[in-house]
């Protein structure tokens, strides 16, 4: 109804009231005058009385919407008529919508049986209860022959109702509350995803529930395409018609994905925890819960701290469902790793579970075999390995990164043994480099217009209660930086640190590739500060190509297809040339020709430095010649002394061997008495470390 009609339905209703409400005022007041009061009432009175008056009065008032005939009727004439006007408009708009609402449905009706029609020949139900084949991943060599390959690793099925509660309700509190609620589908949970994700700016969650993600990694697969939502959304609503919640919940835990490689809870759970599900604890089950989100960054073998702020999301959305009390959540400690022992794998297992961790697009899920074309070199590989098998390690632990100068890794070992230990020593342990860290002291001393006939103090110096010292005692006084470099002085090194500032010695580094935590410290020119293998031997390539950063790699460069060759060239990482590269070389040369490396000295021009921690507890050779640059590490897992082994021997014949072999290079006659290694590292200047000191001198012992 127009707002035109509904005034004019209010005037003639207000002037029918008005001109009543006169008439029944000169009426009683008539009659009053008449019987003092006892007079009959207005609805009593014979009609034509009343028309009497109510005449009268309309005259009095002249109302424009009303007739005389309106007056003893119900209502004015003009509301009859603009009413009925209206109930004609709505009756034949509401036939109209019928008919269309009809022929609308009736098409709709067709439609929805073509779809299932359709559905039901190209998602076959009868396979919707039948988990899909799972992922594997071949990992080939820069030759493109297979080195290692990883299948999923799956386990039983588990029973939700044989499960700990808190296992399951994990896993509904952080995937689908309303799993119990809904039906498969849950436009409100849809909604509330789209919603969060629209005032973040972007997409911070998802709104398919459980059944649907049952029904995507059940059969469907990761293709996000209309076709593969609707057949999604069919096998949803099939599955929820054939199993209970229970079965659902779980079918999709024995199911889902937990990152390197491992399906369902079962597997996870051993994998991770070393216990079985059914033994899970409520941490433990928060910790697997959350790694659904994002299973390979989340990985918490790789990636722990991230885990576990997932898990306490987890425990919090636990505690808002209701699932868990507060005093339970404060009270939860975070979940310790016992990660189970794999199985060996061929040739290069320590690199490949390093480069599968790395894979592009690795949290998108894959099905069946993918290949991984790597930088690997398996003729280097197999030289490393032969090379630890005749180092005379004994209980020792090693790692070794062979990389070009551009950073492509060529061989790679974590360690003695990967099938008794697969914790990759060269990219995951963060060990005190020793006096390798010196390259940054005298790369900082280069840059800020020292070279290197510059002087630098050989003397005793003490800052605070630290009271660095040379390992042989030695203090040669004012000497040339080539000779404090190649004799790797502590002392000068820390008087060369202090004048150009820690800050610049920390900035080389980061400069050169070191992402670890470094202190703003006097003694990190001595290499306290933790850094991996891998990144120390990359920083030394960047010395190499006379370029930095250098960044390792170990996929191969495979032109993307969706970003093109001009994509690939602007997406490559920013290198930058440095003056002082040239002059950090030939240190490095002298360290190996007349240093402390001397016994990793190849028939060809060598560069490279020794580096030993305190006590012994980690010696390392880094260094490059040919092609090649190759960083060794030695040390126990535990942090014990290694009895006065020290980086220029051991690290520097395994650093040694290796290159010759790799480099196919011929060994020249040896000298009579091997050269001494009078190794740099600071040392508590305690009578063993003087013993020590004496039969190294002697050459009794290394």
């Known amino acids: 109804m127009s707002a035109k009609d509904r005034a004019r339905i209010e005037q003639a209703t207000h002037e029918l009231a008005k001109v009543r409400g006169l008439a029944e005022a000169q009426f009683r007041e008539d009659t009053d005058r008449a019987y003092g009061g006892a007079g009959p009432g207005w609805e009593s009175v014979e009609p034509p009385v009343r028309a009497y008056y109510l005449n009268r009065a309309y005259e009095q008032v002249r109302p424009v919407s009303l007739t005389p005939e309106d007056l003893e009727g119900g209502s004015p004439g003009v509301v009859e008529t603009i009413v009925a006007l209206h109930r004609r408009r709505q009756d034949r708009a509401s036939r109209f919508v019928r008919k269309a609402t009809g022929v609308v449905l009736r098409i709709g009706a067709a439609a929805f049986i073509l779809l299932v029609g359709w559905l039901a020949v190209t998602a076959p139900l009868s ?21 290692a390959r990883r299948g999923a690793v799956r386990d039983a099925p588990v029973d939700v109702m044989k499960l700990p509660p808190h296992v399951g309700q994990a896993f509904i509190a952080i995937e689908d509350r309303r799993f119990f609620h809904h039906v498969g ?21 998802g709104g398919s529930t459980i059944s649907q993600q049952l029904a995507k990694t059940s059969f469907t697969g990761p293709e996000r395409t209309m076709g593969r939502k609707a057949q999604e959304a069919l096998i949803t609503l099939w599955l929820e018609a054939r199993l209970s919640k229970e079965q659902i919940l779980s079918r999709y835990l024995s199911n889902v994905y937990f990152g390197n490689n491992i399906y369902g809870l079962r597997a996870a759970s051993r994998y991770y925890f070393s216990v079985p599900p059914e033994q899970l604890t409520l941490a433990q089950a928060a910790l697997l819960a959350g790694l659904v989100n994002a299973p390979n960054r989340l990985a918490p073998n790789r990636n722990l701290a991230g885990a ?6 987890v425990l919090n959305a636990m505690t808002d469902v209701g699932f868990i009390e507060e005093e339970r959540l404060r009270t939860t400690r975070p979940a310790r790793l016992r990660l189970a022992r794999s199985d060996n794998l061929p040739t290069g297992t320590y690199f490949a579970d390093w480069i599968l961790a790395n894979v592009e697009n690795a949290d ?4 069946g075999e993918r290949r991984v074309a790597t930088t690997l070199d398996r003729r280097l590989q197999r030289a490393a390995i032969r090379t630890f098998r005749t180092a005379g390690l004994g209980s020792r632990q090693a790692a070794l990164v062979a990389m070009r100068p551009d950073g492509r890794i060529v061989a790679m070992l974590g360690g003695r043994d990967y099938a008794r230990s697969p914790y990759n020593r060269a990219t995951m342990g963060r060990r005190q480099p020793g006096s390798t860290f010196k390259l940054f002291v005298y790369l900082a001393a280069l840059r800020a217009g020292f070279d290197p006939d510059s002087p630098v103090e050989d003397r005793p110096i003490t800052i605070g209660s630290w009271t660095p010292r040379n390992s042989n005692g030695v203090y040669r006084g004012e000497i040339p930086l080539r000779d404090a470099f190649a004799q790797s002085s502590n002392v000068a090194a820390v008087r060369l640190a202090r004048r150009v500032g820690i800050g610049n010695v920390i900035r080389t580094a980061r400069d050169l590739g070191i992402t670890a935590p470094i202190p703003n410290d006097p003694s990190i020119a001595l290499g306290t500060s933790g850094v991996s293998l891998v990144e120390m031997t990359a920083a030394y390539a960047a010395v190499a190509s006379g370029r930095y950063p250098v960044t390792p790699l170990g996929l191969a460069e495979t032109q993307n297809e969706d970003q093109g060759l001009l994509g690939a060239l602007l997406n490559r990482p920013a290198t930058h040339a440095d003056r002082a590269l040239p002059d950090m070389r030939s240190l490095l040369g002298l360290a190996v020709a007349k240093g402390t490396g001397r016994g990793a000295l190849l028939p060809i021009p060598t560069f490279g430095k020794t580096g030993t921690t305190q006590d012994s507890r980690d010696a390392l050779f880094i260094g490059f010649a040919g092609d090649l640059v190759v960083g060794v590490w030695v040390g126990n897992d535990d942090n014990r002394p290694m009895n006065n082994v020290a980086g220029g021997g051991l690290p520097a014949r395994i650093w040694r061997s290796f290159m010759m072999e790799a480099l196919r290079l011929s060994e020249p006659p040896r000298p009579r008495k091997p050269p001494e290694e009078d190794e740099d590292e600071w040392k508590d200047d305690s009578l063993g470390d003087t013993i020590g000191r004496v039969l190294r001198d002697l050459g009794v012992t290394e």
Request: proline letters at 10%; charged letters at 25%.
């Open 308 to 313: 576990r702020r997932r898990a306490d999301l």
């Open 127 to 147: 396979r919707s209860l039948q988990p899909i084949a799972a992922p594997s991943f071949l990992v080939l060599a820069a030759d493109g022959q297979p080195i």
């Open 185 to 205: 589908i849950d436009p409100w949970g849809i909604g509330r995803a789209m919603f969060r994700n629209w005032r973040s700016g972007r997409v911070r969650e």
């Open 364 to 367: 998108q899920p894959e099905y």
